[in-house]
C-alpha cells in the first residue's frame, strides 16, 4: 500500500524568504506524484505533477518540486515567497494497484503554510 | 461555469437522519471520487468510480454509499448519519494522467 508523509503540519516563512515544503512517500511501484493547494474555503488546484521524464517539475505560482527516487521524496519549493501563498498544501501520490492495474490517489495530511510580512 | 460542482455546499442535519450529496461534472471524465476531509488528516477516500458500472470502496466507506447516475453526475449518501461524520466533503474527477479537479466542497454539520 502507498502512502504520503508530509513532515511540519505548520510551516510559517517571512514575505520573500525560501518556502520548502516536504513529502515523501512509500510505493511499490513508479508512481505519480502531485502537489495540490488549497486557499481558505476553497476546494484543491494543482499545483505540479510528476508522471515521468524530467524530475524537476515546474508548476504554477512559481512554485517547483524535484523527485527523487532514492530519497523517495518530492518536496516542494518557491525561492520567495508572497503574502498569497499563505494557503494548506497537499502531497499527493498515485501508483497502480497489484490486482487491477488501476490507479488510485493517496493524499498526506497537509501542511499550512504562514507568510508573514 | 465552474467544471465541477456539488450540492449543496452547506448542509446541518440530525443523527439518524438520510442525506444526499450530489457531484456533476462537465469535464467529459469518466472517472469520479468521493473524498472527506478533517483537520489534521487530509483527504481520505471514501468511494470512486471507473465509469458507471464500476464502483469501488475507499479507505473510508463503512457508513456510506454511492450511486454513479451518468458519467456526470455521482453521489454521496449517508444511510444513518452520525456526529463523526461531520467534516468536508469534495468530489473529483480525473483524466488518464490521473490529475484530479476538485469541486468547492461540501460543509455538513451532523447534530
Known amino acids: 500500500a502507498q502512502s504520503v508523509t508530509q513532515l511540519g503540519s505548520h510551516v510559517s516563512v517571512s514575505e520573500g524568504a525560501l518556502v520548502l515544503l516536504r513529502c515523501n512517500y512509500s510505493?511499490?511501484?513508479?508512481?505519480?506524484l502531485f502537489w495540490y493547494v488549497q486557499y481558505p474555503n476553497q476546494g484543491l488546484q494543482l499545483l505540479l505533477k510528476?508522471?515521468?521524464?524530467?524530475?524537476l517539475v515546474k508548476g504554477i505560482n512559481g512554485f517547483e518540486a524535484e523527485f527523487k527516487k532514492s530519497e523517495t521524496s518530492f518536496h516542494l519549493t518557491k525561492p520567495s515567497a508572497h503574502m498569497s501563498d499563505a494557503a494548506e498544501y497537499f502531497c499527493?501520490?498515485?501508483?497502480?494497484?497489484?490486482?487491477?492495474?488501476?490507479?488510485?490517489?493517496?493524499f498526506g495530511s497537509g501542511t499550512r503554510l504562514q507568510v508573514q510580512p | 461555469d465552474a467544471d465541477v460542482t456539488q450540492t449543496p455546499r452547506n448542509r446541518i442535519t440530525k443523527t439518524g437522519k438520510r442525506i444526499m450529496l450530489e457531484c456533476s461534472q462537465t469535464?467529459?471524465?469518466?472517472?469520479m471520487y468521493w473524498y472527506r476531509q478533517d483537520p489534521g488528516l487530509g483527504l481520505r477516500l471514501i468511494y470512486y468510480?471507473?465509469?458507471?458500472?464500476?464502483?469501488n470502496k475507499g479507505e473510508i466507506s463503512d457508513g456510506y454509499s454511492v450511486s454513479r447516475q451518468a458519467q456526470a453526475k455521482f453521489s454521496l449518501s449517508l444511510e444513518s448519519a452520525i456526529p463523526n461524520q461531520t467534516a468536508l466533503y469534495f468530489c473529483?474527477?480525473?483524466?488518464?494522467?490521473?490529475?484530479?479537479?476538485f469541486g468547492p466542497g461540501t460543509r455538513l454539520l451532523v447534530l
Open positions: 510528476y508522471t515521468t521524464g524530467a524530475t
Open positions: 499527493a501520490v498515485s501508483d497502480r494497484g497489484a490486482s487491477t492495474g488501476r490507479r488510485a490517489l493517496t
Open positions: 473529483a474527477t480525473s483524466d488518464w494522467q490521473e490529475t484530479q479537479y
Open positions: 468510480s471507473f465509469d458507471v458500472k464500476d464502483i
Open positions: 469535464k467529459g471524465h469518466d472517472r
Open positions: 510505493s511499490s511501484v513508479p508512481p505519480y
